[in-house]
């Protein structure tokens, strides 16, 4: 890699960024009351060890550039404002966060003779050298003491840092307003009514627990003798990761006071314990110790970091986590949530019976009014429909009550349902609750796979068009825009199985879907393309090549063979362009989304959602998959077998089939690979009507079989002479694609099998979180897929974001770019927050009633 392309790849990374503002002097704030009360001295300490960078953390994985002390004449001089606001510090004395990045703080200094403030790893490698030798100042520097480090000039003028500010006195109440629950903060998600919010904390409220219990070990695990714990305020546009493993820092992690190094909790804790993160060869020419850990730069040389020299920092400002912790068990207490984290909290009752009352009247008023029949969806029909249901059900919610009765509104009432909540009963059998691997992320928890039968699904939703494929574990819904659509889904979705609901073509402008349009809108753009029979790399072709070969043999690019390749488009549009590049296209998407409350960056069952805006939001695409169709190399996957760190939706826009070529081999090769496939009968049928054209096989395997498929990879690469790489893995690598040979060998001696599902056009395909999925195109193929993050599946993000931190950095999946804790952080906040704001007004509203009397 050229030293411009190094250069290139540092601008890139605004994922560790700031953006440098102004800040204001710390004022002296009174401390909160703790519910577990920790010892916090923030008081200046001699420092133990100048620390100086070796290696840019961005660069890692390269051998390192020499290190250049920047010149005075490179530095850009203070602004005006800067240099006014430098001079009142030095004139009044008083202790100011760092608001500069260190490469500009020597300029405040009064003689040239003073010591300069240390800079931190990222300002001292400010400066890259370009391959024709030219000076490439990267302007949009990260700073890691940026609003970090306490300043203070002395009496000579001189700047010294005198510590980090303090988490509990320090915090401003715009800053706890971030991360505690109140009820004066409107919550980041919106609109949420109190089923959703019961349902959120169902399936995710135990998984914040151990969160917060992991938490609370860093404090035993914190070796730094003199106890400081420093508080990093969350900056808005900036993702804080770890300089070990590249996981998003949530809350504790440790910091070096002299380069700004961190580390999260799970990488000290792993070198606490001796365990390395990955193999160790050539650590110490990359700038790293034999755990991976960048070296701290001393003016004697370059040394490593010592577990008892580093400051444990916190993000979350205040007391706020705790205070969360305890709501939530509390929350969940009062409004009849299950809770299986175990822990003592959980086992706390409400003795109040008239509040219990309470609750279970809001409860059951929230069951009436949480109809999917609202959403704009519906048809006009169908919302007066529910209206007069509405109407009747509250006359008996009203008739109960005066008599006691326990009434639960449903959507049937038999003799299974009546005065049921399809809350409280989705824990209903505990003993089959399946938990497995317990380890770093927890207890990873699957409920058993459901097979159903047309007959029970019609009674749990009547009216829902829809069918069972795959023996009954594969739920298809044939009215993509029926507003009741969500009750079947859920029975299926909770248990990690994927879905599959036709006719979303109908809400899209297929027009704008099209191959000539794309050919027509970016014709000439360049692009890397893939020839997916080898695997290689076709570079900066432009596309118009790719489009006009998707309906012309006799248009597609050759081999050095001769024969026409099996092309597929690489990465395009980028993710964080898509709305930019594609406005229309994006627009149109927006509008036909199926199960819009999941798969809508705002709906109210993506818990991304409720990450606040000042956070980096994560890549949720959408992203397009456009290939060749490959039914006569049954052995060659358009898109091999792989694993998603998130929930996604995948719907196919485009099907066809080239004009110039005979139709006869490419049909019969699709009704094969169908069969082959694995698909049932109700499946092969359907593909061969006439109005219908297959696009695409998939097979999405259970993520609790991740590990069988894995360790059959592996024996595979055994037998066949080849060294299991270390810092790999068969599933991420993407290297395989599984035949029908393969797939009855897992399933033959693992008992493994996938669900095998024909995508057609106008289908759109779920894929559960961590569910290992391959596809191949049998016919072109123009896919969009969208990526959402389900409560129901919170517990395979989180334990995937530990999996992808033991990948090597060359690892397209390494990096957590989902931040997962942040997430379920700020979705518990949101939820509690709900919950509590309306038992408070429903309080309110009945002692107001009761004085009127």
């Known amino acids: 890699m050229s030293q411009k392309e190094l250069a290139a790849l540092v601008a890139s990374r605004t994922s560790r960024k700031r953006t440098v503002s102004s800040a204001a002097s710390i004022s002296s704030r009174s401390e909160p009351k703790s519910i577990i009360e920790i010892h916090i001295s923030n008081d200046s300490s001699p420092t133990k060890r100048a620390c100086r960078e070796v290696e840019n953390a961005t660069l890692r994985a390269e051998q390192p550039l020499p290190l250049e002390e920047e010149s005075p004449g490179q530095v850009p001089p203070l602004t005006e404002e800067e240099q006014q606001r430098h001079d009142e510090f030095r004139t009044n004395g008083s202790i100011f966060l760092q608001d500069l990045p260190c490469f500009k703080l020597q300029q405040t200094q009064p003689a040239a003779g003073s010591s300069p403030i240390p800079k931190c790893r990222e300002c001292r490698r400010r400066n890259l050298t370009t391959k024709e030798g030219e000076s490439s100042a990267v302007s949009d520097v990260y700073c890691r003491f940026y609003e970090f480090r306490r300043l203070q000039f002395n009496e000579n003028g001189e700047l010294g840092v005198v510590g980090f500010p303090n988490p509990y006195s320090e915090p401003s109440p715009e800053d706890i307003a971030i991360w505690q629950p109140d009820k004066n903060t409107a919550p980041t998600s919106g609109y949420m009514d109190i089923q959703v919010c019961r349902y959120i904390l169902l399936h995710a409220g135990d998984q914040f627990c151990y969160l917060w219990r992991q938490e609370a070990e860093a404090l035993r695990l914190h070796q730094n003798p003199d106890g400081t714990i420093a508080w990093k305020k969350a900056v808005k546009g900036t993702r804080e990761i770890c300089d070990v493993c590249d996981t998003t820092l949530f809350n504790y992690h440790w910091t070096c006071r002299k380069c700004g190094f961190g580390v999260c909790l799970d990488c000290f804790k792993d070198r606490k314990e001796g365990l390395r993160l990955r193999r160790a060869e050539n650590a110490a020419q990359k700038g790293c110790d034999e755990y991976h850990w960048l070296l701290c730069s001393d003016p004697s040389g370059p040394q490593e970091h010592a577990l008892t020299e580093l400051m444990l920092t916190q993000i979350i400002a205040g007391d706020a986590l705790n205070v969360l912790g ?61 209206q007069r249901l509405d109407q009747l059900h509250a006359k008996k919610l009203e008739f109960a009550r005066e008599r006691g009765i326990d009434y639960v509104p449903g959507r049937v009432w038999t003799k299974e349902t009546l005065g049921k909540d399809p809350i409280t009963t989705a824990f209903d059998n505990f003993k089959h609750i399946n938990f497995l691997r317990k380890g770093l992320a927890g207890l990873r928890r699957f409920l058993p796979p459901r097979a159903m ?35 079947l889904y859920q029975e299926v979705w909770k248990c990690g199985q994927p879905v599959m609901i036709s006719e979303v073509a109908r809400s899209l402008n297929l027009d704008l879907w099209h191959p000539q349009a794309f050919c027509r809108d970016f014709g000439d753009k360049p692009n890397d393309l893939i020839n997916c029979l080898n695997g290689n790399l076709v570079p900066n072709q432009p596309m118009r090549h790719f489009w006009e070969g998707f309906q012309c043999m006799s248009k597609r690019l050759l081999d050095a063979n001769g024969k026409p390749m099996l092309l597929k488009l690489k990465d395009w549009p980028p993710g964080d362009d898509f709305a930019e590049i594609l406005p229309t296209r994006f ?64 719907i196919m826009v485009y099907v066809g089939i080239p004009q110039d070529g005979d139709t006869k081999p490419h049909m019969a090769a699709t009704q094969k690979a169908i069969a082959l496939g694995g698909c049932d009968y109700i499946t092969r049928a359907r593909c061969q009507s006439p109005d219908v054209l297959p696009g695409a096989l998939w097979h999405i395997f259970p993520a609790r079989d991740a590990d069988k498929i894995r360790d059959l990879l592996n024996r595979v690469t055994l037998e066949k002479g080849f060294r299991l790489e270390p810092d790999h893995d068969p599933i991420h690598d993407q290297n395989w694609y599984l035949d029908d040979k393969l797939r009855a060998r897992l399933f033959k001696e693992y008992g493994v099998e996938g669900h095998p599902i024909v995508q057609c056009l ?21 896919k969009v897929a969208e990526d959402f993050v389900s409560p129901e599946n919170i517990t395979h993000c989180y334990h995937l974001t530990h999996e992808f931190r033991r990948l090597s950095h060359s690892h397209t999946n390494h990096e957590d770019k989902l931040q997962i804790k942040n997430i379920i952080y700020h979705a518990i906040k949101d939820c509690c927050t709900i919950l509590t704001r309306a038992l408070d007004e429903r309080i309110d509203a009945e002692m107001a009633k009761l004085n009127a009397d």
């Open 587 to 650: 627009a149109d998407l927006m509008k036909g989304l199926p199960m819009p409350e999941y798969t809508l960056r705002t709906g109210n069952l993506n818990i991304a959602s409720c990450l606040p805006k000042m956070f980096v939001p994560p890549d949720l695409g959408p992203k397009m998959y456009n290939a060749y169709g490959s039914a006569l190399h049954p052995d060659k996957g358009t898109t091999n077998l792989h694993l998603d760190i998130s929930d996604a939706v995948n």
């Open 762 to 782: 106008g289908d759109a395909v779920f894929i559960p979180a961590g569910a290992p999925h391959q596809v191949q195109n049998l016919h072109n193929c123009i």
């Open 326 to 386: 305890r709501l939530l068990h509390e929350v969940r207490t009062l409004w009849q949530v299950p809770q299986v984290c175990g822990c003592l909290l959980s086992k706390q009752a409400v003795e109040d019976a008239q509040l219990n009352e309470l609750i279970q009247d809001m409860i059951k008023e929230s069951q009436l009014k949480q109809h999917t029949s609202y959403s704009s969806l519906a048809s006009e029909q169908k919302v007066h429909q529910q």
């Open 453 to 487: 039968t047309l007959a029970h699904s019609t009674q749990l939703a009547p009216g829902v068009p829809h069918e069972w494929l795959c023996d009954g574990k594969l739920l298809r819904l044939t009215d993509a825009m029926h507003p009741d659509n969500r009750v």
